[in-house]
Every structure is written in structure tokens, then in C-alpha cells.
């Protein structure tokens, strides 16, 4: 079973549209993380959160919200989707340790969501 | 501001015949710089972190090393199945040392290994 699943693998939707976008993991992670890659700009972070209640913006957040339901789960939202929101999109998640607990830090993705905007 | 870039854009190779990928950045202060693979349609698979000049990790035919302004993925006798965008990524530490887990990417080396 796969750690890290997202749902829905693919979605083709017209602009305007609301899109959600969701994720959940079974490696009891506390830090969660929504990334988008494109052809030629590589992977850039939309949102991350750190546990339930700590969430922030990444380098490219506008056009998304997000909502951390559990820290197993945590949804990206497109208000009002967009043609340039085509993307692939990933969740990853690592786990925080301190310097005293090594400094492994490495995330984790998802499968992905292949997402076209019309 | 924390850049990432890999060369090249993309690498034919033949089975067996050895090669390297470059990943060059700057950061202010480096907390880790991260290997991934990733194959058509999938999520980036995370191979290696390394942590400070001179480390060198090794994983069946792929071994990384660091200096302090790039880092070098080794590619063995590499065979068809070694095929994939290999990506790295570099963790800065914000002000004050700590870091909040924020990867930058580069675009990403294409290998392709013919039999």
C-alpha cells in the first residue's frame, strides 16, 4: 500500500471551476507539503504546513488555499481554476527532528494529479 | 535567493557507459542537498541526502558527492532501468539556524540508457 496517496490521479475541468485536490498519508508524518511541476520550471511549493494548526505560503500560493483536516490529510483548493493552474500536482510529506535526532528531513511524494484546466 | 541548476538538460547514454550529473547551487546556508528519481508519471523518488562538503553516498550504481558550490550524481555502468529525471534539490536553514523543510529544485537531468 502505497505511504503517500492522492486522489484524484487525474482531472480535466473548464475555468471557473472549484477543484480539490486531496491527500493522505499512512507514514505518520507531521509535515505535509503541496508542490506543482511544470515542464522547464521544475517543481515549486505551493503550501506547507507543519501540523494541524501551522500552515503557510509557499513561493507560488496564489490562486490556492489549503486545509489541513487531520495530520494525515491535507487538501489543495483551486477557488477558481484557471488554464495556467495545468500542472502536475504532488503532496509529500516529511518528519521534523531536531539536530539531537540527526537532521534527516527528506519528503516523501505522492503519485501525483495530472490536472488540465480548459 | 536559493537557486538549483542541473546539467545537462538531458543524457543519452549507452548500457555500461559511465557518466555524471551536475546539480551547482547557491544557498546561504546549506542544511541538506537531496536526491530524487522520478519516472514518467510518478512522484519523485528520494535517493540520497547529503549534508556538508566531501560527503559521498553510494545506492547500487548511483553515487553522490558534495563541495560547497555543487554536487555530482555518479552513474556506473549504468543499465536501461536507470532511465529517469533525476532531480535534486537544496534545504536552506532560515535566520536563525533553523530550517522550515523547504525544498528548491532544479529542473532536472532526463538520463536515457540504451541496451
Known amino acids: 500500500d502505497a505511504d503517500v496517496t492522492q486522489t484524484p490521479r487525474n482531472r480535466i475541468t473548464k475555468t471557473g471551476k472549484r477543484i480539490m485536490l486531496e491527500c493522505s498519508q499512512t507514514?505518520?508524518?507531521?509535515?505535509m507539503y503541496w508542490y506543482r511541476q511544470d515542464p522547464g520550471l521544475g517543481l515549486r511549493l505551493i503550501y506547507y504546513?507543519?501540523?494541524?494548526?501551522?500552515?503557510n505560503k509557499g513561493e507560488i500560493s496564489d490562486g490556492y488555499s489549503v486545509s489541513r483536516q487531520a495530520q494525515a490529510k491535507f487538501s489543495l483548493s483551486l477557488e477558481s481554476a484557471i488554464p495556467n493552474q495545468t500542472a502536475l500536482y504532488f503532496c509529500a510529506t516529511s518528519v521534523s527532528r531536531g539536530l539531537a535526532g540527526g537532521l534527516h528531513n527528506e519528503q516523501f511524494f505522492g503519485p501525483g494529479t495530472r490536472l488540465t484546466v480548459l | 535567493e536559493d537557486q538549483v541548476t542541473q546539467s545537462p538538460e538531458a543524457l543519452r547514454l549507452q548500457e555500461g557507459e559511465s557518466s555524471s550529473l551536475n546539480c551547482s547551487y547557491t544557498v546561504s546556508g546549506l542544511r541538506g542537498l537531496f536526491w530524487y528519481r522520478q519516472d514518467p508519471g510518478k512522484g519523485p523518488e528520494f535517493l540520497f541526502t547529503?549534508?556538508?562538503a566531501g560527503e559521498e553516498k553510494e545506492k547500487e550504481r548511483l553515487k553522490a558527492t558534495l563541495t560547497k558550490k555543487e554536487s555530482f550524481l555518479h552513474i556506473t555502468a549504468p543499465k536501461p532501468e536507470d532511465s529517469a529525471t533525476y532531480l535534486c534539490?537544496?534545504?536552506?536553514?532560515?535566520?536563525?539556524?533553523?530550517?522550515?523543510?523547504?525544498?528548491?529544485f532544479g529542473q532536472g537531468t532526463i538520463l536515457t540508457v540504451h541496451p
Open positions: 547529503l549534508y556538508s
Open positions: 507514514k505518520g508524518h507531521d509535515r
Open positions: 504546513s507543519f501540523d494541524v494548526k501551522d500552515i
Open positions: 534539490a537544496v534545504q536552506a536553514f532560515s535566520p536563525g539556524g533553523t530550517s522550515y523543510g523547504k525544498l528548491t
